[in-house]
């Protein structure tokens, strides 16, 4: 056996007896090398195989950890949400633990980008790609949940000259809340298990009245309903037609499989914003989310997100792009 082989081996044992725990920190590129005699790529490529293998994740600047231990196997039955949401808070804990760690700057200084950590923007641009969003970081905008990010773009003017917000109904009842309380203008139109009409939806369109469309397109609350992928197609075709936005909130889009694809999958002329939350994948008490933006809006949504507050909170971002950059959402997810 080689002493790559060796170094794998001898950490997979560890790992699967119980001697090195869920979390437990691997000894360093250098101990290794020390210990087994070998030079660091060694023991560095043995690390990387067993990242890539998901026994371990990296920190920056910190090492690797154990991501599987022997307390939490892959067998393990999970009986309701709260084991899920348990299994979850263990690993989001050892991410914030280490955001804590390295006393970074933005924990003493205002941290100038309204738009959210470097960090994680990076984070969600490959997370939101695996699920067949492709975007630019610069579309992307972190929000302290999606009930902000819905705040600001009811108070937002468009551009495209119209005044009222049109709202599937049923709907999600903090939005019917947040049009009602502040007396905004607006539509309804009703969407069952029949469908949309699409005909009276191209009314409503082509008025010119409609600023933005608000619906949920996969497992809508509080109905379930998803749309069909030629009615996600005619919904990106008629906002691009008549020059009216759609907010996508995609708050269970976690939970979909690869053949039901969001709308904005099927936007080709920035018509649609895309709201995506952690709240259901992870914990509400997270309370952080993201928008992706078409271009001509980014400007406008972050100067109504500097009234609001100076940064998302940004020890919970980095925390939660640690979680991301390391499979442990991806890992999570699964299990759930």
Same mark, same amino acid.
């Given at each position: 056996?080689?002493?790559?082989q060796d170094?794998?081996?001898?950490i ?7 001697s090195?725990?869920?979390g437990?920190?691997?000894p360093?590129?250098?101990?290794l090398?020390?210990?087994?005699s ?6 560095q ?8 293998? @998901? ?5 920056? +600047?910190?090492? /690797?950890?154990?991501l599987?231990?022997?307390? %939490?196997s892959? !067998? ?20 914030l633990?280490?955001s804590?760690?390295?006393h970074?700057d933005?924990l003493?200084n ?5 738009a959210g950590?470097?960090e994680?923007?990076?984070a ?8 067949d969003i492709?975007?630019?970081?610069d ?8 009930q902000?990010?819905?705040y600001?773009?009811?108070q937002m003017d ?8 049109l709202?599937e109904?049923?709907t999600?009842?903090?939005? @019917?809340?947040l049009?009602?309380r502040? +007396?905004?203008t /607006?539509?309804?139109?009703n969407?069952?298990? %029949?469908?949309? !009409?699409?005909d009276l939806?191209e ?17 809508s609350n509080?109905?379930g309903?998803?749309?069909?992928a030629k ?6 075709q008629l ?5 009216v ?6 708050y269970?889009g976690d ?33 952080l989310?993201?928008v ?7 400007a406008?949504?972050?100067?109504h +997100? ?6 998302t909170?940004?020890i919970m971002?980095k925390a939660l792009s ?11 997810i699964k299990?759930?």
């Amino acid at each position: 056996m080689s002493i790559y082989q060796d170094i794998l081996e001898s950490i997979k044992n560890d790992i699967q007896n119980g001697s090195l725990e869920k979390g437990s920190k691997l000894p360093s590129i250098r101990q290794l090398s020390q210990t087994y005699s070998c030079s660091k790529d060694t023991a560095q490529r043995a690390l990387l195989e067993l990242r890539y293998q @998901n026994y371990i994740y990296a920190v920056p +600047k910190s090492g /690797y950890y154990v991501l599987e231990g022997r307390s %939490d196997s892959s !067998d393990k039955v999970l009986l309701n949400l709260n084991d899920y949401n348990q299994l979850a808070y263990e690993d989001f804990h050892l991410c914030l633990d280490e955001s804590l760690a390295g006393h970074q700057d933005y924990l003493f200084n205002y941290y100038h980008e309204q738009a959210g950590l470097t960090e994680l923007v990076e984070a969600l641009k490959n997370r939101l790609a695996a699920d067949d969003i492709y975007v630019n970081a610069d579309q992307i905008v972190i929000t302290s949940g999606s009930q902000q990010a819905l705040y600001i773009l009811s108070q937002m003017d468009f551009g495209n000259g119209g005044h009222k917000i049109l709202l599937e109904q049923p709907t999600y009842h903090r939005m @019917n809340q947040l049009v009602n309380r502040q +007396k905004l203008t /607006y539509e309804s139109i009703n969407r069952g298990f %029949d469908g949309l !009409d699409l005909d009276l939806l191209e009314k409503y369109f082509k008025s010119g009245q409609i600023k933005f469309f608000y619906t949920i397109s996969r497992y809508s609350n509080p109905l379930g309903l998803s749309y069909t992928a030629k009615e996600k197609e005619k919904l990106a075709q008629l906002a691009s037609q008549y020059n009216v936005y759609i907010v996508e909130d995609d708050y269970m889009g976690d939970f979909s499989d690869s053949k039901n694809l969001p709308i904005h999958y099927y936007d080709t002329h920035d018509r649609i914003i895309y709201i995506k939350s952690f709240s259901m994948a992870l914990f509400p008490g997270l309370r952080l989310g993201s928008v992706v933006l078409p271009q001509n809006l980014r400007a406008t949504f972050l100067a109504h +997100k500097g009234l609001i507050d100076y940064d998302t909170n940004l020890i919970m971002q980095k925390a939660l792009s640690v979680y991301l950059d390391n499979g442990m959402f991806q890992k999570n997810i699964k299990k759930l």
